[in-house]
Structure formats: C-alpha cells, structure tokens
C-alpha cells in the first residue's frame, strides 16, 4: 500500500513526525508484513488543526450536498469491497469468508444507515417563539479497535461526516491496512481538505493527546473499559464530549421451554463468531442447573465442528490478532481450570497440526460459577462459559451480576416471558431467539460498558449539540 507510511492530514498524505515503528504481524504466520508509522503529538496537533480550519465551512454544507457526498463514498466502498475484505484478513486473521460476509459487510450497512439517517433528520424545530436546532458538535476525535475495523470506523466517520462534524481518526495499529484504504476512499470521494484527517500511534500517545487536545469537541472510543476509562480521565480537564463503546460479557439465557439442542448449538456458533472477538459475544451461557449435563454434550459437539486453520482458506475459524491476545485467552483458559470449571473441549495451546501462528482451540467450560474469572473477565477469544440456574429469577440475577451491561440474549418458546426477562436485563441491548443484528437499530452499553449510542439515527444523534433562540418568531 502506497500510503501505509502516510497520514493523510489536511488533504494530503504526508510523512508523520514521530519516528516509531510498529511492526505489523500477521496472526496467521507470526511474520512481518510491514512497518506502522506511529504518530506524535505534533502529528495530533497538525491534523486537529486542519479539522478545526474545516470546519466552518463544512458544518454549513447543506444537508443534500453532505448525503451526496456520502453517497459517492459508498459507491467506492462497493467497489474496493472485496479488497478491503483481504486486507483485513491480512492484518486481524479474520477468515476471508467471514471477511466477506460480515466485515466488509457492516460498514456498507453504516454508510447507508448514517445516509438515511441524515436524510431523515429534522436538523430545525419551531416551539412556539423558540427555534430549536441540532448542530455539528465540532472537530471529533475517533479512536477505534482492530476487532472489527470498517464496522468500528465506519460506524464513526460516517455519522460525524453526515452531522456536518471534521474529524481525526485514529485507527488501531494492528489493523491499519483496511483503515488506510478507507482514508484514501474518502479522499476519492471529494470531501474537503481537513474534514476527515487520519493519523496512526499507539492509545497512549495518540490517543492521549486527541483526547488532551484544546480543540477536539468530542471523543468517541471503542475498545476496552480501560482505554475508555484513560479517555475520559484525559478528556475531563476540557470537558469534552466522550462517547464509549466498551467491553461487554454477555448473558445467553436459555430458558427451560426453549428447544436446548438448537438454541445451545446457536449459542456457541455466536459465541466463536470472529474467533470470539467481539464486544456483545454471548460468552456466558445460562442453562437450567438440572439440564447441565446434556447443555455440556450439546455445546461440545458444537463447539467441536469447528475446525481452525489459515484464514485464507475454508476453516470455520483463523487465528486471534496477536501474541498478546492470545497469551491473555491462554492465562484465562488456565485460570477457568484452576477455579475447578469443568473443561468440556478445548483447553490450553494451538490446536494439533498448527505449530505457528495465534490460533486458540475452541473451548468451551461447562458448571461454571458467576463468581469465576472466565465469568467475570472479558476473555475476547473462542471461549464459552455455561452456568447453571435454579429459577428464571436466579438466571435475571446472574445476568445482572456483572460490571458490564453491553448486551444479553434471551431464548424462550414463549415470546411474552423473553419480553419479559428482556426488559429486566441491564443492558443496552438484548437479542430475543436468535434475531438478527440490525445497522439502524442503537447500540451501546450500560455500566462499564460505555455510554452513548451507536447505529442509525442515534449515531448522528452523537455529533450533534442542541441549540435553542429564543424569540425566534
């Protein structure tokens, strides 16, 4: 890639001024793809700079010159499509179908859900006397993991760029090469110089210092609650904006009427989607206590169909994105074995006939207490958790005992009782008998699990400030 030793600042692609590197493995061979540029504060401060020169102009664009604008960006994310689907199987060891079907997938789906969004808003409203308008919030700062990298980028840029808001973003450096090809997308697209700015570096140097800066109105994080936790510490002393989108340890409740073969298998499968790294992953599955045995048989079936191997290829699973996950998913399988959970499949080390490369066996614990690490901690790696209920309140409470509050799962052959049991759930957002995930429907967390929302209307919602004059009429 041309532009990988780039930032792209102002309308440019420039040389950065920080002088680290940082090497780019790739999860699947453990050998060095490339050299990241990681930026300073000097390269922070030149792109917020160009944000903040933009933004004038661009948050009086009119609302149909920024949709069309969008919508150019759109027509060349279809096109580089496929491509963006390898580079980040290249870089975070997705495998190429999954690539395909779900990566490259959702960040077209938040393009047109932020386009319908702002086609839809109501950005004027007469109370009375009183004009009550929404407006771009100002120059946003968007930090974003490598799990998913269009989703979490996309999810960010598109909304900002809708409400009118410049931006820096400042992607992971384990997936860079989709967000780099992303940077120059927007730069074919035709959007002004300084409007989307994009600048590499590690969270705490980079990250820091948007977050520190004077002249970032906002900053919106997806990562884990430790990084939104530094965010908004460093955000504080200027009281801006953060929205965060954090770590999550989903509950699955599986009701006793629900059909436990199917919804089981379900729950796995969800489970291990991206190798298990993703936020609202269902990794602590709720049984009935008296039904444990034949919930352990079922999950290690499924959990046993799935096969891993190069990501390239046509295995169910690749491997997990770097050394450092995977030695963090080992330390917790261990630990799972330690406090006395029952090791159902799986277990430590690479599965057989894969001597390199991240790759995690599948693994799945079964009579697991809330009160274990794997139950507690976000292990963000093909792990399932199963523990069992006495009642349908005791599986409320277990649900609930968490620090985290990102999403839940209900499965019940009567809808009225997993309403019921959905509403009870401190969580932001709850998938009732295996409903589909939804691009327009919000998304964030309660708890530790962030604030704000994501998706559709209320991503746009994000980079708007309310404004109300009085007298107006």
Same mark, same amino acid.
């Given at each position: ?61 009119? @609302? ?15 096109? #580089? ?5 390898? +580079? ?38 007469? /109370? ?52 780099? /090809?992303? #940077?120059? +997308? ?73 059909? +436990? ?15 298990? &790294? ?42 997990? @994105?770097?050394?450092? &996950? ?58 399932? #958790? ?28 009567? +809808?009225? /009782? ?34 704000? /929302? ?18 107006? #009429?």
């Amino acid at each position: 890639m041309r532009n990988l030793a780039k930032f792209h600042i102002n309308g440019t692609w420039v040389s950065p001024r920080g002088t680290d590197l940082h090497p780019l493995i790739d999860p699947a061979s453990e050998e060095k793809i490339a050299d990241v540029p990681m930026g300073d504060g000097r390269d922070v401060d030149a792109a917020v700079a160009a944000a903040k020169a933009a933004f004038p102009a661009w948050s009086v664009t009119p @609302v149909a010159r920024r949709a069309a604008m969008l919508r150019r960006l759109l027509a060349l994310y279809i096109e #580089a499509y496929d491509e963006l689907a390898e +580079l980040m199987t290249r870089e975070m060891g997705t495998t190429i179908g999954f690539s395909k079907a779900a990566q490259a997938a959702v960040g077209q789906m938040h393009l047109e859900a932020a386009i319908a969004a702002l086609e839809a808003e109501t950005f004027e409203e007469l /109370r009375g006397t009183t004009m009550i308008s929404k407006e771009p919030i100002g120059v946003c700062a968007l930090i974003t993991p490598w799990n998913w990298p269009m989703n979490q980028l996309v999810v960010k840029a598109a909304p900002a760029l809708a409400a009118g808001c410049t931006m820096v973003a400042k992607p992971s450096e384990y997936a860079p090469l989709s967000a780099v /090809r992303f #940077a120059e +997308l927007v730069d074919a697209a035709g959007f002004p110089p300084g409007v989307y700015n994009h600048v590499l570096g590690a969270g705490t140097v980079v990250g820091d210092a948007l977050s520190r800066h004077r002249d970032v109105d906002m900053v919106s994080i997806t990562g884990s609650t430790r990084a939104g936790i530094a965010v908004a510490k460093a955000a504080a002393d200027t009281v801006k904006r953060v929205a965060q989108e954090l770590g999550g340890k989903s509950a699955n409740i599986i009701l006793p009427d629900a059909d +436990l073969e199917k919804t089981v298998t379900a729950g796995v499968n969800e489970c291990f989607i991206n190798v298990g &790294q993703a936020c609202r992953a269902p990794t602590r599955m709720l049984v009935p206590m008296e039904r444990m045995e034949e919930a352990k048989a079922i999950a290690r079936k499924a959990a046993e169909a799935h096969d891993v191997g190069h990501p390239m290829g046509n295995a169910a699973l690749g491997p997990v @994105v770097n050394a450092a &996950q995977f030695r963090h998913i080992q330390s917790l399988i261990e630990a799972g074995i330690a406090e006395g959970a029952t090791l159902v499949t799986g277990g430590p080390g690479r599965p057989g006939g894969l001597d390199r490369g991240y790759y995690v066996r599948p693994t799945v614990f079964g009579d697991v207490r809330n009160t274990m690490t794997i139950a507690q901690q976000e292990i963000f790696g093909p792990v399932l #958790a199963i523990i069992g209920y006495a009642s349908e309140e005791e599986a409320i409470e277990i649900a609930n005992d968490t620090v985290y509050g990102l999403s839940a799962y209900v499965q019940s052959a009567d +809808l009225d /009782r997993a309403r019921t049991v959905a509403r009870r759930l401190r969580v932001g957002s709850v998938w009732i008998n295996g409903a589909a995930w939804d691009a327009r429907a919000p998304f964030g967390g309660y708890k530790q699990s962030g604030n704000g /929302r994501e998706h559709g209307e209320w991503g746009l919602h994000d980079y708007l400030e309310i404004k109300s004059v009085a007298g107006y #009429a």
